[in-house]
Each structure stands twice: as C-alpha cells, then as structure tokens.
Antibody, heavy 123, light 103 residues
C-alpha cells in the first residue's frame, strides 16, 4: 500500500525556518517525481515545488522561489522541503504528492497524497 | 502561465441531481486535465485524468469531457458522499475549486 506521511509542521515566527519531511513507503520511491502542494486555510490548492526522481530537475512556484528548497533522499525514501524566510502567507497545510503520469500527460497532484502537515507563520 | 477558471465557485444540489462543473483554460491544453475531489480535512483524491479517463476505483457516475480550453466534470446522480470541493488541474496549475453543497 502506498503511503506518504508528512511531518515537521508547526508554529513559526515570520522570518523563521522550518523543514518538512515526507516519508514514503509501498512503492519504488526512486522511480517517481515528487511534489509539494499547499492549501491555505479555507483556500484552494497551490503547487509549491517538484523534484524529479534523480533530483536532476527541480521547479518552484514563483511565490516560494529563493526561499524554499526541495530535496530528496532516495536511500531513505524521503522527500524534504526546507522553508526559509517564512511569511504569514505561507501559512497552509502542506501535502506531499507522488506525481502521476498517463501515457500523454503528467500531473503534479497525482493519485497519492499524504495527510498533510500544518505550517502556521505568526508572531 | 496557464490559468484555469472553474465555474461555478459553488452550487447547491440535491441527492440524485445531475451536476456539471466547468473548467476553462487560458490557452489550449489538449486533453491534459485532471479533476480532484476534496472533502474537509482530507487530501484531494484523483477522479479523472486526461480529461475523460476515470481513475481506478472511482464510481462511474463521475465523468469528464472536453479538450482544448473547455472541460466539464459531470456527476450523473449526486450521492451523499459526493458533497465536497472539486478542483481541476493542468500539470501544476489548479483551478479555484467548486464547492458542491446540499440543497
């Protein structure tokens, strides 16, 4: 059974840092691109960042570029998101999601998501 | 960047109703569109990919159609467990969501 379990969320002051982790199991982690998607309270879904299976390709939303760093450790079946210079608008539930590719298209949302971890940026 | 506009943003419907949600892309995206269902406090669930392909395990009352810039998610007979928010997605772009509420 595919499982994605996020951890590392919490309350942090503006300007602070936090590192999220996502532990993957039930599939060959090293074969899949992975993503972070967030959802602010009462708001819609927002893609944050993607990393390819071998970390060769990394992408960020403009809203987090230069502040967040995505990484992965295939030996540990883990995905990470280092978040620096946090702002109030970064407050959200952060989901890790396995990328899904059909024969013609790829979707960063995918068909497997974690339960999410809440990040609250407030003084 | 491609923008996805969903309509309506919310709707009220009764059990058994046929419900249609629209997603319009700011430029042509062929059939590269997915639909998700999200219930409060839960992660999104993939329903449809490639505009009209039903994800494994998803009830057949859900269907998708469209290509280019205009797409539709249809629930043929709304069930109590279908009250949720629905999102369309193209690659890493999400629509704003449509909340389906009980009338």
């Amino acid at each position: 059974e595919v499982q994605l379990v996020e951890s590392g969320g919490g309350l942090v002051k503006p300007g602070g840092s936090l590192r999220l982790s996502c532990a993957a199991s039930g599939f060959t982690f090293s074969s899949y691109s992975m993503n972070w998607v967030r959802q602010a309270p009462g708001k819609g879904l927002e893609w944050v960042s993607s990393i390819s299976s071998s970390s060769s390709y990394i992408y960020y939303a403009d809203s987090v570029k230069g502040r967040f760093t995505i990484s992965r450790d295939n030996a540990k079946n883990s995905l990470y998101l280092q978040m620096n210079s946090l702002r109030a608008e970064d407050t959200a539930v952060y989901y890790c999601a396995r990328a899904f590719c059909s024969s013609t298209s790829c979707y960063t949302g995918g068909n497997y998501w974690g339960q999410g971890t809440l990040v609250t940026v407030s003084s | 960047a491609i923008q996805l506009t969903q309509s309506p943003s919310s709707l009220s419907a009764s059990v058994g109703d046929r419900v249609t949600i629209t997603c319009r892309a700011s430029q042509g995206i062929s059939s590269a569109l997915a639909w998700y269902q999200q219930k409060p406090g839960k992660a999104p669930k993939l329903l449809i990919y490639d505009a009209s392909s039903l994800e494994s395990g998803v009830p057949s009352r859900f269907s998708g159609s469209g290509s280019g810039t205009d797409f539709t998610l249809t629930i043929s007979s709304l069930q109590p467990e279908d009250f949720a928010t629905y999102y369309c997605q193209q690659f890493n772009n999400f629509g704003g969501g449509t909340k389906v509420e009980i009338k």
